[in-house]
């Protein structure tokens, strides 16, 4: 295979599927990932408009199932090279602390990291053999920035920045350049989980998550086009120079991460309750 190669995971819809198009357009032949086989349709099809549909492979993981990953390792076992990993399989869980169970924080956590560094070491190998290539992690403007009903996944994300954060300095002595995309709101399927939480009358945060999922539906006017993050994720892996370690992109994500940097944390968490608790 002549084809510089490139893995996506959670290829189904959203960053994953555009991604994974993208990247082919650019001559990689593509390996999508799905959780599900059954859900590929969206991504052969768009692969098909774009007329990249024979450099699209489809590849079955489950990145929370030790089995599955030791098939894909298998798999990987037939590969000369991969230069390019997308990590990008993961969702979002929402809700309050005290109304959670620990089950629903691992469950996050399973996906969304441990999933992910699953994937990761399977790759390293082929990729160190060669010296050289790119992880790319699909995190969030929530790795950088906590939000009130969202402690989960904002967690997940966290703990994925600390992760590539050393990650990127442990493989960079073999050629191996990490990187971080921090996108904010977009048009993608990771917000089902919070638009399907059911306010429960009777729980003590009623009235406040009311107010976070009322602030959730008003950004959704201006989410943007995640066709932009698959094309920023492309361009990071056909960089010839050696790209930075985070990329933040979307509506008020760098404003955000430039505010949290400068103003006291009073005055940030002051900014958020007023926002959210007006009446």
């Not at 996108?183 to 107010?211: C, F, K, R, V």
């Not at 056909?238 to 430039?258: E, S």
């Amino acid at each position: 295979m002549n084809k510089k190669i490139a893995i996506v995971t959670g290829c189904s819809s959203g960053f994953g599927m555009l991604t994974a198009v993208e990247l082919a357009k650019k001559g990689f032949e593509v390996i999508s990932t799905l959780r599900n086989m059954n859900k590929s349709e969206s991504l052969l099809t768009l692969a098909d408009e774009q007329n990249v549909a024979d450099s699209i492979r489809l590849q079955p993981l489950d990145v929370t199932s030790s089995d599955s990953i030791n098939e894909f390792k298998k798999f990987l076992l037939r590969l000369d090279h991969v230069d390019v990993l997308v990590n990008n399989a993961g969702f979002a869980a929402g809700g309050f602390c005290e109304e959670l169970s620990v089950d629903d924080y691992r469950a996050q956590f399973e996906t969304n990291v441990f999933g992910l560094i699953a994937v990761t070491q399977a790759v390293l190998p082929v990729m160190r053999k060669k010296q050289c290539g790119r992880i790319i992690n699909i995190s969030s403007i929530s790795g950088r920035f906590g939000f009130p009903g969202m402690s989960p996944y904002t967690a997940s994300k966290h703990a994925l920045e600390g992760f590539s954060e050393s990650l990127r300095l442990e493989v960079k002595p073999s050629g191996i350049d990490v990187v971080l995309v921090e996108p904010g709101s977009y048009q993608t399927n990771i917000w089902s989980t919070l638009d399907n939480i059911t306010l429960n009358p009777e729980s003590p945060y009623h009235s406040y998550m009311e107010a976070i999922l009322n602030n959730i539906g008003n950004v959704k006017v201006v989410h943007g086009n995640p066709l932009d993050v698959a094309e920023l994720v492309t361009r990071i892996a056909t960089m010839k120079k050696t790209p930075k370690l985070r990329y933040p992109i979307g509506n008020g994500v760098k404003m955000n991460i430039f505010m949290k940097t400068i103003l006291p944390w009073k005055v940030l968490e002051n900014m958020i309750m007023k926002k959210l608790l007006k009446k």
